[in-house]
């Protein structure tokens, strides 16, 4: 533990820089120190780079291993003193002061793992795998042995990446809305049914009547299936936008051609009050519309229970990419209680 007092700064502007590497490594903490730009972080880097010394010095430990698990800072006395001005006049001003506590631990590479998790993943789950054997399944049905297991689950993302990428380049839809709710798979033995549940299948059969034929060509020529049939069929949403990937794909839509990230929420909120649902969440992350700092924004209406696991919850996070960088969007939907 290292303690530094009367240092002359507000505690304010000391506790703004301590909040950033409070629970981080040593040598991260040094990393961001030098990056940050503002005159707190001089004072707080000399005193950590002491307990470092003093504890590899003293100790015999590895800075490698480090990890500031405690970092306070507390108001200090206030100092007065006089500016002096011309013809002998002077003015009193006030100086205040802080005292800043720096404590170190050395952690073994077990404890390393558990002191990161603990500090970058709180206590969250995905709604559908909390649910999953209750009142939701799975997306994808198959059975594997356990050494095949990886493979087969690498064989369902080529799919349906395969099958998002030809969508998307055949749809005739301005707002560049795929549709795509969900992709359910079945595999047996010689034959692997693809489910593809849309909102718009009419703006990917309209024009070629044949486009599920040439989707399905192309699924097999990309995984290379010889002794496996492929079967295709496409299944309509009665109500599109009561699904979140779908909503999401609005959203990234209307932030890709820089509408106001509230009117697009709110517009969005509107289209699922049409589909009749209990409740619904939208969260936006990153520097949304253009600012130098990300943050996090979101908005509710109506109720979503994530903790009760008979409330019938639909979850998706979706990435999109603006001219500022990349806008994370996530949506909950609360659909039905059993």
Not at 1 to 12: P, Y
Not at 220 to 228: A, P, S
Not at 235 to 240: A, G, H, S, V
Not at 318 to 338: H, M, S
């Amino acid at each position: 533990m290292t303690n530094i007092q009367s240092i002359s700064m507000s505690a304010h502007k000391a506790r703004r820089v301590l909040d950033q590497i409070r629970g981080r490594s040593y040598q991260e903490t040094l990393m961001i120190l030098e990056l940050m730009p503002y005159r707190a972080c001089y004072p707080i880097f000399k005193v950590i780079y002491s307990a470092a010394a003093n504890a590899k010095h003293n100790m015999g430990l590895n800075e490698e291993y480090l990890v500031i698990i405690k970092a306070t800072v507390d108001e200090g006395t206030t100092v007065k003193k006089l500016k002096p001005r011309a013809r002998g006049r002077s003015y009193p001003i006030k100086r205040p002061t802080c005292h800043i506590t720096i404590v170190l631990k050395n952690i073994s590479l077990y404890e390393e793992s558990v002191v990161e998790n603990s500090i970058g993943m709180g206590q969250k789950i995905n709604p559908l795998g909390f649910r999953l054997g209750t009142i939701q399944g799975h997306h994808s049905l198959w059975f594997a042995q356990p050494k095949n297991y990886s493979k087969g689950l690498q064989e369902d993302q080529k799919i349906r990446e395969c099958i998002k990428n030809y969508v998307q380049k055949n749809m005739r839809i301005s707002s560049g809305v795929e549709g795509i709710a969900r992709i359910e798979i079945q595999k047996r033995i010689d034959l692997i049914q693809i489910i593809i549940h849309m909102g718009f299948p009419k703006l990917l059969v309209e024009g070629k009547p044949r486009r599920i034929e040439e989707l399905q060509m192309n699924v097999q020529k990309e995984l290379n299936y010889v002794n496996r049939k492929l079967n295709i069929t496409i299944t309509r949403i009665t109500k599109p936008y009561g699904h979140p990937n779908i909503l999401a794909e609005f959203i990234a839509g209307q932030l890709r051609n820089r509408v106001s990230f509230r009117k697009a929420i709110k517009k969005a909120i509107e289209l699922t009050e049409q589909a009749d649902t209990k409740g619904i969440q939208v969260q936006i992350a990153g520097r949304i519309d253009g600012k130098e700092i990300a943050r996090v924004e979101w908005i509710r209406e109506g109720r979503v229970p994530l903790q009760t696991i008979r409330a019938k919850i639909d979850y998706c996070s979706y990435r999109v990419r603006t001219i500022y960088g990349v806008l994370g969007i996530k949506i909950w939907i609360f659909v039905d209680e059993e």
